[in-house]
């Protein structure tokens, strides 16, 4: 898996969100990720919502993402 495929799971999750996915190692991300949808929502929640795009994605293709999310 490599970062545009990363970021394009969350696009189509979250599609009106603006996203940034970095990485260059294959394993390991880094994701900044803003949303509308975030709005009222606690960071735990919003990164819960993020997790959600990416599926089944962890189990083995996906090591590690790191996550900075935010409202506008």
Known sequence: MNALEIQ???EVGLPDAKVEVLG???QH???????PSFTGK???AQHKMVYATLG???E???HA????????
């Open 24 to 26: 260059d190692d294959g």
């Open 56 to 58: 089944d994605s962890f």
């Open 65 to 72: 993402l790191a996550l900075k999310t935010s409202a506008p």
């Open 60 to 62: 083995g293709a996906l």
């Open 29 to 35: 991300f880094d994701a900044r990720v803003e949303s």
């Open 8 to 10: 394009k799971l969350i």
């Open 42 to 44: 606690s960071l735990i």
